[in-house]
């Protein structure tokens, strides 16, 4: 069930009519509609998959009632690693099965063997990648004894499939969310107010930004070979801006839906294209996963407490198992390979933690040295997604090449107009909020109620008018 879809629009008021009015009194039967809720949420697309995310759940929470009673460190490790092997099992034989079959056939092509190969038709299951590492987080923190395991098998039910963010995160940690689910959650009109003002910024990102840089974006790649440089380097900011609309714009939604049903969860993204530096653009992007990474395998493999060539090598682990959680593509890989490419000067320099605060904080303009500084990790970043979006490394090569040639001092074949005042539309406003958890949280709070409801109306007219042209689901979908 996509967020920008007449199904949700009917979906989430009947489940907040049903939870605030009909089961307000009891929290069991709240977490009883939410796994309800969750699982034909999760169920519109593929009904077959639900086992999947039941047995995961099932077993994650088995085992960590497991970890409770067990101190003998052999076992604890046992316990561990079966979560370990059957959530990864999972996730490998759907996401990655043909992808290693497909390589392995053309390795040994490579010194003249041919074999056939036992390839399958496999569906992708929709957000196996994020529900996995949430319930995996549960199990390591229970074995590191940062986490009390949890007798309560309908709250652990509903925050492994909790229907706003179990498709397209944020992934959240048990920590945090899992508490959420044992206490009386109280409906308070403001937080309700604010998850809808952010869920209108989410469905203006993703209907009237992304989806409109998705049409022009899709275009050039497909034709890439027809365009000029110039035109090619206009359709990698696009997708830029398209991926970040439509994912960050998921995460608006996801997050402000939380909201109305009492729920606070983790800001996902914040205002990465502002960022000054490739350290500081992954500390804003895609927050949750970076920090996953972070916590469960960079700091194990013992971060930057360690020397030059060993904190160089995690570096380069934790980007390129991030490019390749993507997807199972050489395209993904080399994307965060690249990326670790980016990040090595700052490592060896030890400047990577220079920009820890807020670009122009209690500013309104940045510097003359801020804007080179974005305009360097903006494009660095646009050429990086090149391969994020290019159908195989082939094809990235091709259009790295078409950018750099001659045809870049051309003027682009393709300039929308109204796309690119939307545009600057749109970074003028994440500009003046890009202190706040979403781009208008406090914008006009203190002003007018007329001009508050004429902004607000004109951001519902842009949606209404943009809905129906060119919809696209949300990319994050196939991860």
Same mark, same amino acid.
């Given at each position: @069930?996509?967020?920008?879809?007449?199904?949700?629009?009917?979906?989430?008021?009947?489940?907040?009519?049903?939870?605030?009015?009909?089961?307000?009194?009891?929290?069991?039967?709240?977490?009883?509609?939410?796994?309800?809720?969750?699982?034909?949420?999760?169920?519109?697309?593929?009904?077959?998959?639900?086992?999947?995310?039941?047995?995961?759940?099932?077993?994650?929470?088995?085992?960590?009632?497991?970890?409770?009673?067990?101190?003998?460190?052999?076992?604890?490790?046992?316990?561990?690693?079966?979560?370990?092997?059957?959530?990864?099992?999972?996730?490998?034989?759907?996401?990655?099965?043909?992808?290693?079959?497909?390589?392995?056939?053309?390795?040994?092509?490579?010194?003249?063997?041919?074999?056939?190969?036992?390839?399958?038709?496999?569906?992708?299951?929709?957000?196996?990648?994020?529900?996995?590492?949430?319930?995996?987080?549960?199990?390591?923190?229970?074995?590191?004894?940062?986490?009390?395991?949890?007798?309560?098998?309908?709250?652990?039910?509903?925050?492994?499939?909790?229907?706003?963010?179990?498709?397209?995160?944020?992934?959240?940690?048990?920590?945090?969310?899992?508490?959420?689910?044992?206490?009386?959650?109280?409906?308070?009109?403001?937080?309700?107010?604010?998850?809808?003002?952010?869920?209108?910024?989410?469905?203006?990102?993703?209907?009237?930004?992304?989806?409109?840089?998705?049409?022009?974006?899709?275009?050039?790649?497909?034709?890439?070979?027809?365009?000029?440089?110039?035109?090619?380097?206009?359709?990698?900011?696009?997708?830029?801006?398209?991926?970040?609309?439509?994912?960050?714009?998921?995460?608006?939604?996801?997050?402000?839906?939380?909201?109305?049903?009492?729920?606070?969860?983790?800001?996902?993204?914040?205002?990465?294209?502002?960022?000054?530096?490739?350290?500081?653009?992954?500390?804003?992007?895609?927050?949750?996963?970076?920090?996953?990474?972070?916590?469960?395998?960079?700091?194990?493999?013992?971060?930057?407490?360690?020397?030059?060539?060993?904190?160089?090598?995690?570096?380069?682990?934790?980007?390129?198992?991030?490019?390749?959680?993507?997807?199972?593509?050489?395209?993904?890989?080399?994307?965060?390979?690249?990326?670790?490419?980016?990040?090595?000067?700052?490592?060896?320099?030890?400047?990577?933690?220079?920009?820890?605060?807020?670009?122009?904080?209690?500013?309104?303009?940045?510097?003359?040295?801020?804007?080179?500084? @974005?305009?360097?990790?903006?494009?660095?970043?646009?050429?990086?997604?090149?391969?994020?979006?290019?159908?195989? @490394?082939?094809?990235?090569?091709?259009?790295?090449?078409?950018?750099?040639?001659?045809?870049?001092?051309?003027?682009?074949?393709?300039?929308?107009?109204?796309?690119?005042?939307?545009?600057?539309?749109?970074?003028?406003?994440?500009?003046?909020?890009?202190?706040?958890?979403?781009?208008?949280?406090?914008?006009?709070?203190?002003?007018?109620?007329?001009?508050?409801?004429?902004?607000?109306?004109?951001?519902?007219?842009?949606?209404?008018?943009?809905?129906?042209?060119?919809?696209?689901?949300?990319?994050?979908?196939?991860?």
């Amino acid at each position: @069930m996509l967020f920008n879809s007449l199904d949700f629009a009917i979906f989430l008021p009947s489940v907040f009519i049903l939870y605030w009015f009909v089961f307000k009194r009891n929290i069991k039967l709240q977490n009883v509609l939410l796994i309800l809720a969750s699982y034909v949420f999760y169920g519109w697309w593929d009904y077959r998959f639900l086992a999947l995310i039941i047995f995961s759940s099932l077993v994650d929470y088995a085992i960590g009632k497991k970890l409770r009673n067990e101190e003998e460190p052999i076992k604890r490790k046992i316990l561990l690693w079966i979560s370990i092997l059957v959530n990864l099992g999972f996730l490998g034989f759907f996401k990655y099965y043909n992808f290693f079959i497909d390589n392995f056939v053309e390795a040994f092509s490579f010194f003249g063997n041919k074999i056939q190969p036992n390839t399958l038709d496999i569906i992708l299951p929709v957000g196996i990648s994020f529900y996995t590492f949430q319930t995996l987080s549960y199990t390591i923190d229970v074995y590191k004894k940062k986490l009390e395991p949890t007798d309560d098998v309908i709250s652990f039910l509903a925050f492994v499939s909790f229907f706003p963010q179990l498709v397209a995160g944020p992934i959240e940690r048990a920590t945090n969310l899992l508490p959420q689910f044992y206490i009386k959650r109280v409906f308070h009109f403001s937080a309700a107010t604010d998850g809808c003002r952010q869920i209108l910024w989410g469905l203006f990102k993703k209907i009237v930004i992304a989806d409109q840089c998705a049409v022009y974006a899709n275009t050039i790649f497909n034709n890439s070979d027809s365009y000029s440089g110039s035109t090619l380097f206009v359709g990698a900011i696009f997708f830029a801006f398209q991926i970040y609309g439509d994912f960050s714009g998921y995460s608006d939604i996801a997050i402000g839906t939380s909201r109305l049903f009492g729920f606070s969860l983790k800001q996902n993204f914040a205002f990465p294209y502002f960022s000054r530096d490739i350290a500081e653009f992954w500390r804003r992007w895609h927050i949750s996963l970076s920090t996953w990474f972070r916590d469960y395998l960079y700091i194990p493999l013992g971060g930057s407490q360690v020397g030059t060539w060993k904190k160089i090598r995690n570096i380069f682990i934790i980007f390129i198992v991030s490019g390749f959680w993507h997807g199972a593509n050489w395209t993904f890989i080399f994307w965060g390979f690249l990326n670790a490419l980016y990040f090595l000067p700052l490592l060896i320099r030890k400047q990577n933690r220079n920009n820890l605060n807020i670009i122009a904080q209690n500013q309104n303009l940045p510097t003359f040295k801020e804007v080179f500084q @974005m305009a360097i990790t903006f494009c660095l970043t646009t050429l990086a997604w090149v391969f994020f979006r290019a159908e195989n @490394m082939a094809h990235a090569w091709d259009y790295i090449k078409g950018i750099f040639s001659f045809s870049f001092l051309s003027l682009p074949e393709v300039r929308p107009t109204n796309l690119l005042v939307l545009l600057v539309f749109f970074i003028i406003v994440e500009w003046i909020g890009r202190c706040q958890h979403y781009a208008i949280e406090v914008l006009l709070l203190k002003k007018p109620r007329l001009l508050k409801w004429i902004f607000y109306s004109f951001l519902m007219a842009l949606i209404f008018i943009f809905s129906g042209e060119s919809q696209q689901t949300f990319i994050y979908f196939q991860f």
